[in-house]
C-alpha cells in the first residue's frame, strides 16, 4: 500500500485483460431531465456502471449551473458566490485536472514514489458574444493544466510520468483528441409510436466579444480521492465554486466518495445541452414533455495500460441521447436539437484536435514546460510498445 492504493497486482491485471479482454470496458454514464429550475441548475445523476462483466450500482448527484447574462451591470455569470454551483465549463475542466491528477498518482505509485502533495490546476478561456452569452460553438481556448507536487523523486522521474500523462490519462486525451459526440433522439407520439430521430450537426461560427478565464483547481487527498473548487472570471467579478468531491468505484481502486471525471464531464456535457435546448424550444415553440438526457461514454483499460497499442486510450465512445414525448414533425425535432448542440461550446471543444500546454513545478527544480499534442501522444505510445515488446523477447 502507498499513496492510499494498491496496484500491486497491474502485471497479473495485463494477463487478465489479454484473456479476457471483456474484463477491460468500463462503461459510464449519467442522465436527468433536460429541464433547468427555476434558477438554472441542471440536476444529473449517474447511472450504473458496467465495468467488465459486472454492474456496479452509482448514487451521485451532479449540478450545474447555466452561464447566463443579466440585465444589470453587464454579462455575469448566473447566481453568486455563496450558491456554489459550477457552470458546464467549470465541470469540464475539472474533469480533466481530476483525471490527470489520478492518472499521476497511479504513476507515482507504481514507481514506489510517496507522495506528499499534489495539484493540479486547469484553465481556458471561453468566448462570450456581444450578448455576455458563451459564444455559439466557440471552442474553449488557450487549454492549459499545472501540476505542483511533493515528493521524493527525481526530476527524470517527474518528466517521465508527465509525458506517459499526457498519452495515456483518459480525459486528458478526449480534449486532445478529436473526440466527436453521436447525439441522437427517441421520441414517443401520442397514439403511442416512436420515431427515432438523428441529429446532423456542426459547430457555429458565432462572433466572439470577450473572453471569460475559467479554471478548476483539484486536489489529492489520499488514494483516489480528490476535492476540488472551480471558479469563472466575467468582467473582474470572479465566482468560485463550493469544494466538491472527485473520487473512484471501488472496482477502479476507489473508495466511492464522489462522481469519477467520466461522470463530471458527462453530467457537464448534459448540463449545457439542456439549457440550449430550453432556449431553443421556448423561441420556436417546440412542446417536448418530460424530456430526459443521457450522456455515455467508455474507458476501455487495455488503451491505458497499452495492452493492445491500437486500443483508444482516451475516454470515448461519447454519445448524448434526448428521450421525449412530442408530436412536433420530425424534421422540426431535427432542427431543434441541431440548433442546440450547434451553440454548444464543450461538443465543439471535444471535436477539434488541439494542443494543451502542461506545466509542472517540483519542489525548487526549474518549471517544466509541455505544449501536448496528439503526435507527441501518439509518439510515445509507441515508445511504450517498443519497451514493451523489447522486455517480453529477453
Known amino acids: 500500500m502507498r499513496n492510499g492504493l494498491n496496484i500491486t497486482g497491474v502485471s497479473e491485471t495485463v494477463h487478465e485483460l489479454r ?17 433547468t429550475d427555476d434558477h438554472g441548475v441542471f440536476r444529473a445523476r449517474a447511472q450504473t456502471l458496467r465495468a467488465g462483466t459486472i454492474r456496479v450500482a452509482r ?6 449551473r447555466s452561464f447566463t447574462a443579466e440585465a444589470a451591470g453587464g454579462p455575469t455569470p ?6 456554489g454551483i459550477p457552470t458546464p465549463y467549470e465541470s469540464a475542466l ?3 485536472g481530476a ?10 505509485t507504481a514507481r514506489g514514489v510517496t507522495l506528499g502533495a499534489l495539484r493540479v490546476t486547469v ?5 462570450l458574444d456581444a450578448d455576455g452569452k458563451p459564444a455559439a460553438g466557440a471552442p474553449l481556448s488557450r487549454l492549459a493544466w499545472h501540476c505542483a507536487l511533493d515528493g521524493d523523486t527525481s526530476t527524470d522521474t517527474v518528466a517521465s510520468i508527465n509525458r506517459l500523462v499526457t498519452a495515456f490519462s483518459p480525459n486528458h486525451r478526449v480534449f486532445l483528441d ?12 401520442g397514439d403511442g409510436t416512436t420515431v427515432d430521430v438523428s441529429v446532423p450537426w456542426t459547430p457555429a461560427a458565432a462572433e466572439t466579444a470577450a473572453v471569460c478565464p475559467v479554471e478548476a483547481d483539484v486536489v489529492w487527498e489520499n488514494g483516489s480521492e480528490a476535492v476540488y473548487r472551480t471558479a469563472l472570471t ?5 465566482r468560485q465554486s463550493a469544494p466538491l468531491v472527485a473520487d473512484q468505484p471501488k472496482q477502479l481502486v476507489g473508495i466511492d466518495k464522489g462522481p469519477n471525471s467520466q461522470e463530471i464531464l458527462l453530467s457537464a456535457l448534459c448540463g449545457e445541452l439542456a439549457a440550449l435546448l430550453e432556449e431553443e424550444a421556448a423561441a420556436d415553440g417546440t412542446e417536448l414533455h418530460d424530456p430526459v438526457l443521457r450522456a455515455d461514454g467508455r474507458i476501455d483499460t487495455r488503451g491505458m495500460l497499452n495492452v493492445h497499442r491500437e486500443i483508444s486510450s482516451s475516454f470515448h465512445n461519447l454519445a448524448i441521447r434526448l428521450t421525449a414525448r412530442s408530436d412536433a414533425p420530425e424534421a422540426r425535432l431535427r432542427g431543434l436539437l441541431s440548433r442546440a448542440l450547434s451553440r454548444a461550446v464543450l461538443p465543439a471543444t471535444l471535436l477539434a484536435e488541439r494542443a494543451i500546454t502542461v506545466t509542472v513545478a517540483h519542489g525548487d527544480e526549474p518549471q517544466l514546460t509541455y505544449h501536448s499534442t496528439v503526435e507527441d501522444a501518439e509518439g510515445i505510445r509507441d515508445e511504450v510498445t517498443r519497451r514493451q515488446r523489447e522486455a517480453a523477447a529477453s
Open 19 to 35: 484473456e479476457h479482454p471483456e474484463e477491460a470496458i468500463a462503461d459510464f454514464a449519467v442522465a436527468a431531465s433536460a429541464r
Open 59 to 64: 448514487d451521485f448527484r451532479l449540478k450545474q
Open 78 to 83: 448566473h447566481g453568486s458566490d455563496t450558491d
Open 94 to 96: 475539472a474533469a480533466l
Open 99 to 108: 483525471c490527470v491528477l489520478m492518472t499521476k498518482v497511479n504513476g507515482y
Open 123 to 127: 484553465r481556458a478561456d471561453l468566448a
Open 178 to 189: 478529436k473526440s466527436p459526440i453521436t447525439v441522437g433522439a427517441r421520441v414517443e407520439r
Open 234 to 238: 466575467v468582467n473582474g467579478v470572479r
